[in-house]
Nanobody, 125 residues
């Protein structure tokens, strides 16, 4: 099973940018059909942010569309999440998740069996 480690979080002012990185070890992303980012704010449920399928198809949640961009580099065993035009409501712990099989229900956290420890993103107003 792949081991995922997120990095790149931090404190940023509204309108700023961050780039999150999800690095894999112990296995290769090439064998994982789905790699996604979720986030969880205090007192809220974990929510889907973005996914990259192994074939290159990506989807983003409506709340981040046009501001966040997911990308995947299988050669580096890394998935990125570029966060632009950040808003205070984007404050959350961001998690990387992976699944070997292809599922169409990519928004559901239970579809993923590998998770990182998370990285905190805080956006000040």
């Amino acid at each position: 099973q792949v081991h995922l480690v997120e990095s790149g979080g931090g404190l940023v002012q509204a309108g700023g940018s961050l780039r999150l990185t999800c690095a894999a070890s112990g296995d290769t992303f090439h064998d994982y059909a789905m790699v996604a980012w979720f986030r969880q704010a205090p007192g809220k449920e974990r929510e889907f942010v973005a996914i990259t399928y192994n074939g290159g198809v990506t989807y983003h949640a409506d709340s981040v569309k046009g501001r966040f961009t997911i990308s995947r580099d299988n050669a580096k065993n890394t998935v990125y999440l570029q966060l632009d035009s950040l808003k205070p409501e984007d404050t959350a712990v961001y998690y990387c998740a992976a699944a070997r099989p292809y599922y169409s229900d990519y928004r559901t956290a239970n579809m993923y069996n590998s998770w990182g420890q998370g990285t905190q993103v805080t956006v000040s107003s």
